[in-house]
């Protein structure tokens, strides 16, 4: 039973810094690709950076390219979102995602699992 749970989100001010965290458990990952993705009410969920577990190759939306990092820990099963320089328009719902055909997409609906989201909110 795969099983991802993310944490760290959080109410910061406008330029500040969050790191968001995703414990993967049920599988060793080593073969997947991983997602962060994020949600806005009355939007759809959006793209936000990828990673291939194996490689370690890194993706980013044009939002947040020179402002967010996705890393692992591999040791840890964890896969982590380093967000600086936040802006308001950060503030959503954010969900970590496991691709286990390890497509390394960029498309919601080609990841397999998904965990429970946890809210950022950024000030002005």
């Known amino acids: 039973q795969v099983q991802l749970v993310e944490s760290g989100g959080g109410l910061v001010q406008a330029g500040g810094s969050l790191r968001l965290s995703c414990a993967a458990s049920?599988?060793?990952?080593?073969?997947?690709?991983m997602g962060w993705f994020r949600q806005v009410p009355g939007k759809e969920r959006e793209f936000v950076a990828r990673?291939?577990?194996?490689?370690?190759?890194?993706g980013y939306a044009d939002s947040v390219k020179g402002r967010f990092t996705v890393s692992r820990d591999n040791a840890k099963n964890t896969v982590y979102l380093q967000m600086n320089s936040l802006k308001p328009e950060d503030t959503a719902v954010y969900y970590c995602?496991?691709?286990?055909?390890?497509?390394?997409?960029?498309?919601?609906?080609?990841?397999?699992?998904w965990g429970q989201g946890t809210q950022v909110t950024v000030s002005s």
């Open positions: 990673l291939n577990w194996r490689s370690g190759s890194t």
């Open positions: 995602a496991a691709d286990r055909s390890m497509r390394y997409s960029t498309a919601v609906n080609e990841y397999d699992y």
């Open positions: 049920g599988r060793t990952f080593s073969t997947y690709a």
